[in-house]
């Protein structure tokens, strides 16, 4: 079973050399944390700002350069401030080569489904219609289960929508799965982790052929 | 040129009344027009309809007009962070609209440009579509959203020169500009406020014939909302 982190590694595996990313906020911000060596790839963050350096020094915060989740960042050399429509012509546009997000549920027809819980939570969507609205790759990194362990990789949502067949991909704490029109595609196990115990915590249509290959972390 | 300078923000909100449309830039409490949000506290005025990607914290931002109840409806992106917020909003007391943050900048964007409404694929077959105009293009559906209408907009920046122009710093851009495009009055508040001509004009973010009047703020806290850093010992 993999940790936060350690999702967060895998899917830094998917980065090309030359992508321009949009991370979304908890597991997906991680994944700046593990980009490979030999490529570049450059950090947009949606409240206006291309180059997302790391956090700054202690005692060389700015509150004038932060992240859309209002954390306190860096501007790498080369990277540029804009406003907010601008930020969203290069996310609608589709300038922005893959987009990793978080998320409560995710169906096999790809909808994700990840800003309000009914009656509990409604903290409001942000930028993520936007984004799955419109990304040419989205990825989605996320537990397999809820906390009560009820599976999150369903046949429909149940939580209001965020946006419509737009997930490609999935890298759980249990799997990383394709999603196709056959629904989700297993296609890595975490070490240590079984297909059955993969197929328990997926409501939805999981297709397993072949043999699944373990997770290189 | 034309001079738009005024004293101080009592003097820059004149002629805000209750139940007007706001704007207000800002994202998080980054960019803030914190010395109008003030000025409105201290002037009470009322049934505010306020137009804002975020709500501000409990205690800073728009949250100083949430205690005190002057706000009626937020439209909004993002609402997270603020308890006050949170209670009103399950009360009843306050009436909240969330659209996309795409489509938030958008709709500021296209009030300013003139354009009064437009299509977008943001937030099509979800509860935001509900009621809208879908049409497709290029095999994919999107749903007509028009252009805001506001009063006023506030707007925060770093300098400002007394024909309105306007250059800001880092990511405090954010929502700034177009909302400033977009007020039918715009009051630009700023850090620094020069003389015409003092600003290099090929630097200017903002032109000054999108500003109505322009005062330097008295104070800045420009509070951090997540105080996020690392060690001068680590190697990264």
Request: aromatic share 8%.
């Amino acid at each position: 079973m993999l940790s936060k982190e350690q999702i967060a590694k895998r899917i830094a595996r998917e980065l090309r050399d030359g992508y321009y990313v949009n991370l979304g906020i908890g597991i997906p911000t991680l994944v700046a944390n593990y980009v490979p060596e030999d490529i570049e790839v450059v950090f947009q963050s949606e409240n206006g700002l291309l180059g997302m350096g790391p956090f700054p020094y202690e005692g060389e915060e700015d509150p004038d350069v932060i992240n859309a989740g209002k954390q306190t960042v860096t501007v790498l050399p080369g990277g540029v401030f804009f406003d907010s429509s601008t930020s969203f012509a290069m996310i609608r546009g589709r300038h922005v080569h893959l987009t990793v997000l978080g998320a409560m549920e995710v169906s096999e027809k790809g909808d994700i489904a990840n800003w309000k819980i009914p009656g509990k939570m409604v903290k409001g969507m942000g930028g993520a219609m936007d984004l799955v609205a419109s990304a040419k790759n989205i990825i989605v990194a996320m537990m397999h289960t809820d906390k009560y362990g009820n599976s999150k990789l369903l046949k429909e949502c149940t939580l209001p929508i965020t946006g419509l067949q737009c997930v490609k991909k999935v890298v759980t704490n249990l799997a990383v799965l394709d999603i196709t029109e056959r629904g989700f595609e297993l296609r890595e196990l975490a070490p240590g982790v079984s297909v059955e115990t993969v197929r328990k915590a997926t409501e939805g249509t999981l297709i397993v052929e072949g043999d699944i290959k373990t997770m290189e972390i | 040129m034309i001079n738009k300078a005024v004293r101080n923000a009592v003097e820059a909100i004149q002629g805000l009344k209750d139940g007007m449309t706001v704007m207000f830039g800002g994202f998080g409490l980054c960019g803030i027009p914190e010395n109008a949000i003030s000025a409105i506290r201290s002037a009470g005025i009322k049934n505010l309809t306020c137009i804002s990607n975020n709500a501000g914290v409990d205690d800073f931002g728009l949250g100083l007009l949430l205690q005190t109840r002057q706000i009626k409806k937020m439209i909004s992106s993002y609402v997270g962070e603020n308890e006050e917020f949170e209670r009103q909003m399950l009360s009843g007391e306050l009436e909240v609209e969330l659209i996309p943050q795409g489509t938030l900048a958008e709709r500021c964007r296209a009030a300013g440009a003139g354009i009064p409404a437009f299509y977008t694929p943001a937030g099509y077959g979800t509860e935001v579509a509900v009621g809208k105009e879908v049409k497709v293009f290029n095999g994919k559906p999107h749903i007509l959203e028009y252009a805001f209408e506001a009063d006023f907009a506030f707007v925060k920046a770093w300098k400002g020169d007394t024909a309105g122009n306007l250059i800001y710093k880092g990511t405090a851009l954010n929502f700034n500009h177009v909302m400033a495009m977009a007020g039918k009055i715009t009051v630009a508040e700023v850090e620094e406020l020069v003389p015409a001509g003092a600003l290099d004009p090929n630097f200017i973010h903002t032109p000054g014939i999108f500003v109505q009047r322009i005062f330097q703020g008295a104070h800045y806290e420009k509070r951090i909302e997540q105080r996020t850093v690392r060690k001068k010992d680590l190697v990264v």
